[in-house]
């Protein structure tokens, strides 16, 4: 892998964002007009807020959020046995080649500034916030949490989630003058916590996806049972270190290759001087 395959990445991370929004008449017309046609019943892989004037699919943490918070309160199979078969086949790759934040975050990286390095103590802590994340602000309380009317709240959706202030929130202000005399202090927060991950972004990769984000939380999960796996040549590899380097998660792929950090993104096989790495197919290398 090499240049040409970086590039390939970034290109087909931008043609999904595009692809997943292309609902061209939610831009246009003077009104927001959300899409609710038959696509928004089926779950796209990654982060994709419903409330985009261009989405077409399904957000999967959004739509975990709606089931759980329902008055029924249903079990979300649909949605949880989507995530489990994605899992299950690509683990992180999602996160590396297909979300449109982890590409924006990237580019933001690119910007010259001096790079922070969180200290290994505390980068190790702060990995699990993702975990509470996934636990308590997608699952616990919508399903926990009762109205009056006998309904819940999408946590993580409403409170947090900065991916559905950039696609979502940001837009229908700007399109649909009726909404901002109603603006206040929820869309203060979410737009603070959103310029709090575009800034910290331009000093620390992919700071959300390493942090907070609940869907890499679930995914990661699968990553050393995944089907597309990451698979070490030990008769190959020399230990040079140059694949820890390249690594932007700060994953040693020559020790972990595997890793739950790990978003597959390809950049640790691109600077093996020895070929070493390489992604693979019901990978039978019993290494953890």
């Known amino acids: 892998m090499g240049k040409k395959s970086s590039k390939l990445r970034k290109i ?20 927001v007009a959300i899409y609710k046609g038959p696509l928004k019943n089926f779950c796209v892989p990654g982060m994709n807020c419903y409330s985009c004037p261009g989405a077409l699919g399904a957000c999967p943490i959004g739509a975990l959020q709606a089931v759980l918070n329902s008055r029924t309160r249903k079990f979300p199979f649909y949605v949880i046995g989507f995530l489990m ?9 999602v996160c590396g080649w297909l979300c449109i934040f982890g590409l924006i975050q990237e ?10 390095k969180i200290p ?10 993702k975990y509470v994340v996934l636990a308590v602000f997608v699952i616990a309380l919508p399903l926990l949490y009762r109205s009056e009317y006998g309904t819940g709240k999408p946590f993580f959706c409403e409170f947090i989630c ?3 202030a950039l696609e979502g929130g940001i837009p229908l202000v700007l399109l649909n003058d009726q909404l901002r005399p109603s603006l206040g202090a929820l869309f203060i ?13 331009i000093f620390i990769y992919r700071p959300f996806c390493k942090y907070l984000c609940p869907l890499g939380a679930f995914y990661a999960m699968f990553q050393k049972t995944s089907l597309i796996r990451m698979k070490v040549d030990e008769s190959a590899c020399v230990h040079c270190g140059a694949c820890s380097r390249a690594c932007g998660m700060n994953v040693d792929p020559s020790k972990i290759p595997n890793s739950a950090e790990c978003i597959r993104c390809g950049e640790c096989i691109r600077s093996c001087p020895k070929n070493a790495l390489s992604f693979t197919c019901l990978n039978k290398d019993k290494r953890k």
């Not at 087909?12 to 009104?31: A, E, H, M, P």
């Not at 580019?107 to 922070?116: A, E, H, R």
């Open 107 to 116: 580019l933001l990286y690119k910007i010259p500034t001096p790079k922070l």
């Open 85 to 93: 078969t994605i899992g299950l086949f690509l683990g992180r790759f």
């Open 120 to 129: 290994a103590r505390v980068d190790k802590v702060l990995r699990y916030l």
């Open 162 to 164: 900065p991916v559905g």
């Open 189 to 201: 927060l979410k737009m603070s916590i959103l310029v709090i991950c575009i800034l910290a972004s």
């Open 12 to 31: 087909i991370q931008i043609c999904w964002g595009v692809l997943t929004n292309s609902y061209i008449k939610g831009f246009t017309g003077g009104r």
